[in-house]
């Protein structure tokens, strides 16, 4: 019997290092969200301490079931009063470092989940 790895239909995160993540061919080193319908956008926050409501409520205008907020290089929660609009849209929010946030996006993407990931690169 031949053994063919699964073929992913989203965009997916094939890497990740210190500091950066890799989707298709491109190496990205900034903070990013990454969606499972394709999207990709530049995530205006550089490290944890910077986040605002404005950065959640950008997760919640995505629509997604649930969010998985990659919080950098160590597991840190951020306070509930900034994720407000994702909580008042009933989308969860899971919070894990980045390396594990990339990890549990591609398990959920690939299994047709409408998900998202916002990764802090610091």
Partial sequence: MKIHPDKINVQSIWGYGPGWVQVADQKITHSVIIGSRGERINWLCERFEDLTTGHFDQLAEL??????FGSGDKLRFVNPALSRALIEQQIGLETMDTHAACRTYNI????GRCVAVALLMR
Avoid: G, K
């Fill in 108 to 111: 959920l993407a690939s299994e």
């Fill in 63 to 68: 629509r997604t079931e649930l969010v998985i």
